[in-house]
T-cell receptor, first 114, second 114 residues
Framework: GQQLNQSPQSMFIQEGEDVSMNCTSSSIFNTWLWYKQDPGEGPVLLIALYKAGELTSNGRLTAQFGITRKDSFLNISASIPSDVGIYFCAGQLADGGSQGNLIFGKGTKLSVKP | NAGVMQNPRHLVRRRGQEARLRCSPMKGHSHVYWYRQLPEEGLKFMVYLQKENIIDESGMPKERFSAEFPKEGPSILRIQQVVRGDSAAYFC????????????FGSGTRLTVV
């Protein structure tokens, strides 16, 4: 099946640090979404991107839809303890699949540096 | 303004039993999507339904799994003769129409097969 390669798999953050994660694919997407999932909960939408090259911010979060339509990144600036959790990229294929059929990456787990 | 409601939150079944998972979409939403999440994995699309219609079941296993979204009442994901490999978190999302606008996830049902 279609795959999204999300990296890094996990990272440790110290309060105040900037964080970066990305997703790549060999397929073309017409939408990229970034979600955060807390333990025992469903994913919550952070940012949605609908056009190649689009750069969108939501508070301390910034995400971009890659110009090739095969990748996206998410940056978190000046991280705080409540940023801990699992972040997922998700996309809707440009070719094939019904609307609403999202493909998810495997997630990036953010933890606090010991 | 209730979000997407899933119940039960936790479900334990013995091998061979049936599991029925319920999803009530947000008010005004007539499109429902089911996803499965294995531990340490992203969500995998299973099925997309509108009232009384299955739109896309490309992610549903061919046997033992079925889904419905009747004219009245919640959407039901039914797993017959459960096996240990069915243990996972099952998430439902709903949207008001086709596409990703307003696409919202529930908190999931965690199925454990013993």
């Amino acid at each position: 099946g279609q795959q999204l390669n999300q990296s890094p798999q996990s990272m440790f953050i110290q309060e105040g640090e900037d964080v970066s994660m990305n997703c790549t694919s060999s397929s073309i997407f017409n939408t990229w979404l970034w979600y955060k999932q807390d333990p025992g909960e469903g994913p919550v939408l952070l940012i949605a991107l609908y056009k190649a090259g689009e750069l969108t911010s939501n508070g301390r979060l910034t995400a971009q839809f890659g110009i090739t339509r095969k990748d996206s990144f998410l940056n978190i600036s000046a991280s705080i303890p409540s940023d801990v959790g699992i972040y997922f990229c998700a996309g809707q294929l440009a070719d094939g699949g019904s609307q609403g059929n999202l493909i998810f990456g495997k997630g990036t787990k953010l933890s606090v540096k010991p | 303004n209730a979000g997407v409601m899933q119940n039960p939150r936790h479900l334990v079944r013995r091998r061979g039993q049936e599991a029925r998972l319920r999803c009530s979409p947000m008010k005004g939403h007539s499109h429902v999507y089911w996803y499965r999440q294995l531990p340490e994995e992203g969500l995998k699309f299973m099925v997309y339904l509108q009232k009384e219609n299955i739109i896309d079941e490309s992610g549903m296993p061919k046997e033992r799994f079925s889904a419905e979204f009747p004219k009245e009442g919640p959407s039901i994901l039914r797993i017959q003769q459960v096996v240990r490999g069915d243990s996972a978190a099952y998430f439902c999302a709903s949207s008001p129409g086709q596409g990703l606008h307003g696409y919202t996830f529930g908190s999931g049902t965690r199925l454990t097969v013993v």
